[in-house]
């Protein structure tokens, strides 16, 4: 007799089915498992041993085969060690023939018999109630598989002998509950900067329209501090954003205890950060930064820091919102549409536009374009906001805290996100919730510049050499501003100071 265990593959986020076929036969006394399993899937043979004999059961004197179906599917992962499990133990008459059907299975075992937890559970539970069926998993890990369906049977035993009395009837384990992230400390607020009116005005157009933004300034003038206190103005995340993010964060193996939040996400990684950290990859084609950043901010200080090839890898996931992950036996697609925040200084001593400042490397602007040619033009092109941020004065510091702080912001920029999603919700575009997700078709739509608008963005395209992205970001970035005021059209001033973010040495070029 064959017995089936359902569980599931992972291709990106998506589960895909696995049919996990046990068969116990006479013959030389071999423990088999095929059907393109990498190394822990090969493993699992001594573990399920180890913990069926932990747990009371020895295998059987025979042949035991172990079939993952289908079988040109990659099987990767130790979360097949329960079902397989949990097979053998239907086989052997230790469970109850129908006790496994309707049930997802996926869990790592120890060799005392403990499921400990893995990752993907929460894909796994949302496949699973999708095809009508339960999930058993881990203990730890049922918060997380509860958040899927609240309809949906989730079985979350510690070990192997729980799920026997389960399913016997000595023992009930009941539904686990989600679990919500509480989270400890001070929360960041812009009322913690002095100064910088400028450059909280841009962060602010930032977070209302979901563009991205580069400040530009010596060390010491507060850019990572004011990158860090933009999820504080963000809105918080929708339950569809939640779903995407939650599922991308338990594929990474993330959530801890599978508890989930409605922040954003934000994630800060080192200028040593390699290509496939940024963007995913290796062995196992894990999500990077840039998808576990989605619906989020990533923030890259130190940008000229970072290995030109691993920031230009981050273009086409800006403009698509999607990373395609290509390997010689798999392909999968990460989710990635985050706002991108970087900081760096103006040269490599970061003193370059400070007064009187000579630069061992002569003119401080040689310095300042040698340092700057680290970033490609494509690269820059994709960036809306362009802010040269001053140095901090001891005059600034002595001030009293700012009035205004992360609430009053976050207010504004709550109305602005409800006035575009209303917008594009109109023109039938339900999945655009900012300007910066609008292409350009959709945004020409939202668009109608009188005579001396036109003027304004016709003179200043061929001035500043606009691309047909630049110029088509500048509209996206006016229509943010004129979002903000709460204005229905986008008049001339708000195209003037769209213009003014533009980056630094187009402004130069186009004033010579």
Same mark, same amino acid.
């Given at each position: ?35 393109? !399993? ?38 990767? !992962? ?17 469970? $109850? ?25 929460? $894909? ?18 049922? $918060? ?74 010596? +060390? !010491? ?47 800060? $990684? ?12 290796? +062995? ?92 490609? !033009? ?124 533009? +980056? ?9």
């Amino acid at each position: 007799m064959v017995v089936r265990v359902a569980t599931v593959a992972f291709e990106g986020i998506e589960a895909r089915p696995v049919d996990v076929q046990v068969m116990i036969s006479n013959g030389s006394v071999v423990f088999n498992v095929v059907g393109l !399993g990498d190394k822990a899937v090969a493993e699992s043979r001594e573990r399920v041993r180890s913990a069926l004999v932990a747990s009371g059961l020895s295998l059987p004197a025979k042949r035991i085969t172990v079939n993952l179906a289908p079988a040109d599917l990659p099987k990767e !992962g130790s979360h097949y060690d329960l079902p397989i499990a949990l097979g053998v133990m239907v086989a052997m008459g230790a469970l $109850p023939s129908d006790a496994l059907e309707g049930f997802t299975v996926l869990g790592e075992l120890a060799l005392d018999g403990a499921i400990a937890p893995v990752s993907g559970v929460l $894909p796994a539970a949302v496949a699973a109630s999708a095809r009508g069926m339960g999930l058993i998993c881990p203990a730890e890990c049922g $918060p997380e598989a509860a958040w899927a369906s609240e309809d949906m049977a989730v079985i979350a035993p510690r070990n192997l002998i729980q799920i026997a009395n389960h399913f016997r009837g000595t023992q009930v384990l009941s539904r686990p509950r989600p679990a919500v992230k509480a989270f400890s400390g001070d929360p960041l607020d812009l009322r913690d900067i002095k100064g910088q009116e400028s450059a909280k005005r841009a962060l602010e157009i930032a977070a209302a329209g979901g563009h991205n933004l580069l400040f530009n300034g010596p +060390p !010491g003038a507060g850019k990572s501090m004011l990158a860090a206190r933009l999820p504080s103005i963000l809105p918080p995340l929708a339950p569809g954003e939640l779903l995407e993010v939650s599922m991308i964060h338990s594929v990474a193996g993330n959530l801890a205890g599978g508890q989930l939040t409605d922040r954003r996400p934000f994630r800060a $990684p080192h200028h040593s950060a390699s290509m496939a950290a940024l963007v995913g990859g290796g +062995p196992h084609a894990k999500p990077g930064e840039a998808s576990l950043a989605h619906h989020g901010v990533l923030f890259l200080d130190e940008l000229p820091e970072f290995q030109a090839p691993a920031l230009d890898a981050l273009r086409q996931p800006l403009e698509s919102g999607e990373i395609a992950i290509s390997r010689a036996n798999r392909r999968c697609t990460y989710p990635a549409r985050f706002q991108l925040i970087a900081a760096m200084n103006p040269c490599r001593c970061g003193l370059a536009n400070e007064p009187g400042h000579r630069c061992q490397k002569g003119a401080p602007q040689r310095c300042a374009q040698l340092y700057q040619n680290r970033i490609s !033009g494509p690269f820059l092109d994709r960036i809306d906001l362009h802010l040269e941020v001053p140095a901090i004065r001891a005059s600034d510091l002595i001030l009293p805290p700012p009035v205004e702080g992360s609430a009053e912001a976050a207010a504004r920029v709550a109305q602005a996100r409800d006035i575009q999603r209303a917008r594009y919700r109109a023109l039938g575009h339900d999945a655009v919730a900012c300007n910066a997700m609008a292409t350009a078709a959709i945004i020409e739509q939202t668009i109608r510049l009188d005579d001396s608008g036109s003027k304004l963005i016709r003179e200043a395209s061929e001035r500043l050499r606009l691309s047909a992205r630049g110029f088509h970001r500048v509209l996206k970035l006016a229509r943010t501003i004129a979002d903000l005021q709460g204005a229905p059209d986008v008049l001339r001033a708000h195209l003037a100071e769209a213009l003014s973010y533009r +980056p630094l040495a187009d402004r130069t070029s186009a004033a010579a």
